[in-house]
C-alpha cells in the first residue's frame, strides 16, 4: 500500500497556519526545498473560482466564508501534492474541502463542453492555468456567474499576483482563478485549497515555463 506524505513527515503543526511570522508558517522538504505559507483564505481575493475539467464543473468559493469555517471542522483533510511518497517530494500542501460543505458558502455552475475540451487538451499544468484564466475572463464577459461577478475584467498587476493571490479584477472584486483538473463534485467530491506551495521561482519550473 503506497503511504501518503503527511504533516508528520515535516513536523509540521497545523495551528502554524494561524501564525503571524514568516519564520515559523513555511514547511521545509527533506531535500531542503521550502514550500512557502501561501493561504488562500488569508489572500487579498474575495473569491477563488475553481474550474474542475473533469467534473465538468466551475466552482465560486467565497474565501471569507472559507476563513470562517476552517478552523472549525476537523474533518477538512490536508493533502500534499503529489499524495503518495513514490511519486516525488511535494509541490504543494492544502486542504481536501468536501463540495458538500463548500455549498455553504459558494456556488457551482456547470461548465461549457468548449471550455471543459480546452482544460482536457493541454499538454502542462501552466497550459491549464492560462487556459482557465481565459476561460474566466470569458464567463465575467458573457454574464456566465449571473451577475456574482461584473465587467470590466482585467489582469492584475504581478505584485498583486505574487503577494496576494489575486489573478483577476472583475469589476471592483478581486478574484483567484485556479484549475482544479479532478476536483468537483461530479469528480473526487472536494476542492483543493493551498496552504502552501514552492518558490514562484520553483512553480515557474515546475510549471514548465521556459525563460
Known amino acids: 500500500m503506497l503511504k501518503e506524505w503527511s504533516d508528520e513527515d515535516f513536523g509540521y503543526d497545523r495551528e502554524r497556519d494561524l501564525y503571524t511570522s514568516d519564520d515559523y508558517r513555511h514547511i521545509q522538504r527533506p531535500d531542503k526545498v521550502t514550500l512557502y505559507c501561501v493561504p488562500e483564505f488569508k489572500w487579498g481575493a474575495l473569491y477563488t473560482v475553481h474550474l474542475c475539467a473533469k467534473a465538468k464543473e466551475v466552482w ?8 470562517s469555517h476552517i478552523w472549525n471542522d476537523e474533518g477538512w483533510r490536508v493533502c500534499y501534492v503529489p499524495r503518495e511518497r513514490d511519486k516525488g517530494q511535494p509541490t504543494a500542501r492544502g486542504y481536501l474541502v468536501p463540495c458538500s460543505q463548500v455549498r455553504n458558502f459558494g456556488q457551482r455552475f456547470d461548465m461549457p463542453g468548449g471550455v471543459q475540451r480546452r482544460l482536457l487538451a493541454a499538454k502542462t499544468k501552466s497550459e491549464a492555468g492560462l487556459t482557465a484564466e481565459r ?38 472584486t478581486p478574484v483567484q482563478v485556479k484549475f482544479d483538473g479532478p476536483g468537483g463534485a461530479r469528480g473526487t467530491g472536494n476542492l483543493f485549497f493551498h496552504t502552501h506551495t514552492l518558490s514562484v521561482g520553483d512553480c515557474e519550473k515546475w510549471h514548465g515555463f521556459e525563460y
Open 60 to 67: 465560486t468559493v467565497s474565501t471569507s466564508g472559507l476563513r
Open 135 to 172: 476561460a474566466f475572463h470569458w464567463f465575467v464577459t458573457t454574464d456566465f456567474f449571473r451577475g456574482l461577478f461584473v465587467p470590466p475584467v482585467e489582469k492584475s498587476t504581478e505584485d498583486e499576483d505574487k503577494r496576494r493571490g489575486i489573478d483577476f479584477w472583475a469589476g471592483d
